[in-house]
């Protein structure tokens, strides 16, 4: 069990390093982080989502795009939040088997990586980096079934002959 732990923690911190470097590009420098056919992921998004053109919008609307940009950076700086923490937790309460750890990193890991997915694919931008994401979740989640917690790891599990029976012993 050891050697799948040790598996697993570096799988989970390998998985939510590349999460964070994402969310650290995306709250950075968004115009940069490249999405499907080579192009910028929030131009990529945009363009899916409406069928217009990304230029069309800076032309008409530059405010309007100025205010998609920081509602992507915002978002990219909770992916980082995110990916500081799944990081520490799996780095340390994991690597220890804490067994909290295993359920804050299956909840915490699914809703951030299936958010992902559900921005990809609500705006039709899905790409070959997007479907790291994709990789990502499986990874984890084989990694915590490796090491999923057994309901009786450590408590005993009664007999269903003995509930009724008293936990004294008979006096002689």
């Known amino acids: 069990m050891k050697q799948a732990r040790r598996f697993a923690w570096l799988v989970m911190l390998i998985a939510d390093a590349g999460l964070l470097a994402w969310g650290a590009m995306a709250a950075v420098a968004p115009d940069y982080l490249l999405g499907p056919g080579s192009k910028p992921i929030l131009a990529a998004g945009y363009e899916g989502f409406t069928g217009r053109s990304w230029q069309e919008l800076m032309a008409t609307s530059p405010a309007a795009g100025a205010f998609m940009r920081v509602l992507f950076r915002v978002y990219g700086a909770y992916v980082v939040a ?11 309460a994991f690597r220890r088997g804490d067994g909290w750890s295993w359920w804050a990193l299956l909840v915490g890991n699914t809703i951030a990586f299936v958010s992902a997915m559900t921005y990809d694919w609500t705006v039709g931008a899905i790409g070959p980096f997007e479907l790291t994401e994709y990789l990502g979740l499986a990874l984890i989640w084989g990694a915590l079934a490796l090491t999923a917690p057994s309901r009786a790891a450590g408590r005993p599990v009664p007999s269903p002959l003995c509930e009724d029976r008293p936990t004294s012993s008979p006096t002689p």
């Not at 995110?82 to 340390?92: E, I, K, N, R």
């Open 82 to 92: 995110f990916g500081l923490l799944a990081t520490a937790v799996a780095a340390t």
